[in-house]
């Protein structure tokens, strides 16, 4: 269970977190939340799909790392093999908080460095220091902060992402059967990605917005992302060939 606290240099002073990546520290993830500021450096390595959260009718991005659970087709030898990791990887065990101070008399929420004590990577033994020595933040700590920092204020174009897809129906539901050299399946399923054929039926008007906007950038980078799918059945069939 997660021990969420406030980040702070007199509670936290001699802690370190270990920064490998490996299934020892929970790296073996079938896939990765990720954020349409990232699809640009993610399109290069990864699938980028979407999952859609049924009660809220809201949808995240994900970058798929593995075709089951538990897997992660990056992750070979105790290293991360792709020219980007997603950072919501790279920010672990780090996370942003809420804390809510007084100015001018009026309550505001600022935003917090949290950390989880009870993950794994947290010690006080080995790894990177999170404060130096005789005080002051690590640049380590400061890369989390900016790490962070960029999450945390995506927000709001991350949303206008997601509405606009959703406006413009473009999401669909898909299954993917993978059929491996050593005659295994795969079936990936639960999967949303983004309907070509609407896409390219959207008035000019509407696809000048999206131009305009960023977002048809964007939305092509996701379909460029598929090429990587037979990329990651070669890693699959590489490992179930050993």
Do not use: C
């Amino acid at each position: 269970m997660a021990n969420h606290v406030l980040l702070n240099n007199l509670d936290h002073q001699d802690l370190k977190i270990i920064t490998d990546k490996s299934e020892e520290y929970g790296n073996n993830t079938m896939y990765s939340v990720v954020y349409p500021f990232e699809f640009s450096k993610l399109q290069a390595d990864y699938p980028i799909f979407f999952h859609k959260d049924n009660n809220s009718n809201t949808y995240t991005a994900l970058a798929l790392l593995g075709f089951e659970e538990r897997e992660n087709l990056f992750l070979r030898d105790e290293q991360w093999h792709a020219s980007y990791i997603p950072l919501m990887i790279e920010r672990e065990p780090f996370l942003i908080g809420q804390q809510s101070v007084v100015e001018n008399g009026e309550t505001v929420e600022n935003t917090v460095i949290h950390l989880d004590l009870d993950n794994p990577r947290v010690n006080k033994n080995q790894g990177t220091d999170i404060f130096l020595p005789h005080g002051g933040n690590s640049e380590y700590i400061n890369k989390i902060s900016s790490t962070l920092k960029a999450i945390h204020e995506s927000k709001p174009s991350t949303k206008h992402f997601m509405d606009t897809m959703i406006a413009l129906d473009l999401f669909e539901s898909f299954n993917l059967d993978i059929q491996l050299t050593n005659g295994s399946n795969n079936r990936l399923s639960g999967f949303y990605t983004i309907n070509e054929d609407k896409l390219m039926n959207l008035k000019g008007e509407t696809l000048e917005e999206l131009n305009k906007s960023g977002l048809l950038k964007l939305i092509y980078m996701v379909i460029a992302s598929h090429e990587n799918i037979n990329a990651l059945i070669q890693l699959k069939d590489k490992l179930v060939s050993v």
